[in-house]
C-alpha cells in the first residue's frame, strides 16, 4: 500500500490579531485537500501546516490564506 509523505511549512501571515483571525486562516487551510493540519500561532503570526506536497503546494497554501482576507509567504 503507497502512503503519501507529509511535510511541514511555516507560513508567515500579517493581520492575524484575534481568536476569530486566527480560526479563520486554520480553517481556511485545513479545509484544502491535501492538508493534514494547520496550527497558527498569534503572537509570532506563523502557521505550522501539514501537508502531502503530491496533493498541494506552497503558492495554493499561501492563496488560500489571501482569499480570506490576509498575506502570507513561506518563511
Do not use: Q, R, T
Amino acid at each position: 500500500m503507497f502512503f503519501d509523505k507529509k511535510e511541514e511549512m511555516i507560513l508567515s501571515v500579517d493581520g492575524m490579531h484575534c481568536n476569530h483571525c486566527k480560526a479563520k486562516v486554520e480553517n481556511a487551510l485545513k479545509a484544502l485537500k491535501g492538508v493534514k493540519s494547520a496550527e497558527a500561532d498569534l503572537a509570532s503570526g506563523d502557521v505550522k501546516v501539514s501537508y502531502i506536497p503530491s496533493k498541494i503546494d506552497a503558492n495554493a497554501l499561501c492563496e488560500a490564506v489571501v482569499a480570506v482576507g490576509f498575506s502570507a509567504k513561506v518563511k
